[in-house]
């Protein structure tokens, strides 16, 4: 009879650690089924629907975890990304929360890891300690009097007992070594196939995604165009406009008095310049050329160091992304920049760029750390003022690539703002 392998052993033991573990979430999962049974007749009354974010956000919390136990248990990959529940919900928001094909799976795992998680977790603690158990302590039962012998599953009171109970403690062994690593796989493979959307779900959600994050970039897109005619028209247009006048007047100063025409001509090239300051100012608006030179990092160092408040930039980890990505970061971190030196009242602002990746695509990161007072809050955009100034202007920056802007500013501060931009857009 060949003996069990260490690889085996190992193995095993992993597979009873993974049951285990899940056996000790099954509290939570049982928490959140009762509070959910007892919140269902104040739900159909609508008074309970105020307590359905924070319920469904720490369900989706603890199947978010029970995914990534399984992911990491199966070395699997989660193909996709959670959905982050956070913010107030209107009475409408909310019945669509419920319904949600996310809230589905997050209930319908439930169910099943309330059902099965604890039995599998007892079964992989007890059955390995009651082999261990029965084999070593039964030849001990001659130390037992006889009026009170040893009692496991039987009385022992003969080695014909103690034989049997040990053969009892094998059986338990064997059903140790098959059940273990069945029940593990059943139910990490349960976990990912009930939390992991179906194909054309997946497809769907993301063609939602592309087509909001398309109307986004179309919108930003004309507003930019807008906001670069009205510099344009306000600045260098009106700037050169003046050029001419006063080269004309320079003209007609010179057919009869020449040195007039002098300080009109000084006026000419002084607006001249203007006008070109104002032209390099639009074309730095459409694509800073100091990326060009520098990269996202230098470009970052660059505007750090100008900002009136004592910044930081930590940009370890960062890596190089598609020329429109590493704009949109730029005028994002400027924006950003200037919002807390304008709002906050910071004596401090930490900058952090570094480069995300995922199962899907790589996401550029930009971090925005001050230590103001508090209380930003994402307003609407103004269409008659272009893409929007502030962090509002951000979130549409962010969007147009299919990425989001995440806000989390308390009265009282700190503040800080999360930007994610992915790379293949």
């Not at 970039?217 to 930019?224: D, W």
Request: charged share 20%; proline share 6%; hydrophobic share 50%.
């Amino acid at each position: 009879m060949r003996l069990p392998s260490r690889a085996s052993l190992q193995t095993r033991l992993r597979d009873a650690a993974f049951l285990l573990r899940e056996a000790g979430y099954w509290l939570g999962s049982l928490g959140i089924l009762v509070a959910g049974l007892v919140l269902l007749p104040f739900i159909a009354l609508g008074v309970g629907l105020y307590a359905v974010p924070g319920l469904l956000e720490v369900l989706d919390r603890l199947a978010a975890r029970a995914q990534g136990r399984a992911a990491g248990f199966a070395a699997a990959v989660v193909p996709f990304e959670r959905r982050r529940l956070s913010g107030r919900y209107s009475f409408a928001q909310l019945a669509a929360l419920l319904s949600a094909p996310e809230s589905k799976r997050d209930l319908s795992w439930l169910l099943f890891h309330s059902a099965f998680a604890l039995l599998a977790g007892i079964l992989a603690l007890v059955l390995p300690l009651g082999s261990v158990l029965y084999i070593a302590a039964a030849p001990f039962w001659p130390l037992f009097p006889p009026e009170s012998p040893l009692e496991l599953t039987i009385a022992i009171r003969s080695w014909g007992d103690a034989v049997l109970t040990m053969l009892l403690g094998a059986a338990y062994g064997v059903a140790a070594w098959i059940l273990l690593p069945w029940m593990a796989r059943r139910i990490s493979e349960g976990t990912l196939a009930i939390l992991s959307p179906r194909r054309y779900a997946d497809l769907s959600q993301r063609i939602s995604e592309l087509s909001a994050a398309r109307a986004s970039a179309l919108t930003a897109h004309a507003a930019e165009l807008r906001r670069i005619e009205r510099e344009l028209h306000d600045g260098a247009q009106n700037r050169l406009v003046g050029v001419v006048m006063m080269l004309g007047l320079a003209q007609r100063a010179a057919e009869t008095d020449p040195a007039a025409a002098v300080p009109f001509i000084g006026r000419a090239q002084d607006a001249a310049s203007e006008a070109l300051a104002g032209l390099r100012a639009a074309v730095h608006d459409i694509y800073p050329p100091v990326l060009d030179e520098l990269g996202l990092g230098g470009a970052a160092s660059a505007l750090t160091s100008r900002s009136p408040i004592p910044c930081s930039l930590d940009v370890h980890g960062l890596e190089r992304a598609p020329a429109a990505v590493e704009s949109a970061a730029y005028f994002v971190l400027a924006e950003a920049l200037t919002n807390a030196a304008k709002h906050s009242d910071a004596s401090r602002i930490d900058v952090v760029l570094h480069t995300e990746s995922t199962p899907r695509e790589d996401v550029l990161v930009i971090q925005v750390n001050d230590d103001g007072r508090g209380g930003a809050r994402v307003g609407p955009v103004d269409a008659a003022e272009g893409s929007g100034t502030g962090l509002a202007g951000i979130a549409r920056r962010a969007a147009a690539f299919g990425g989001r802007l995440v806000l989390a500013s308390p009265a009282g501060g700190p503040t800080k703002v999360r930007v994610e931009l992915p790379c293949a857009f």
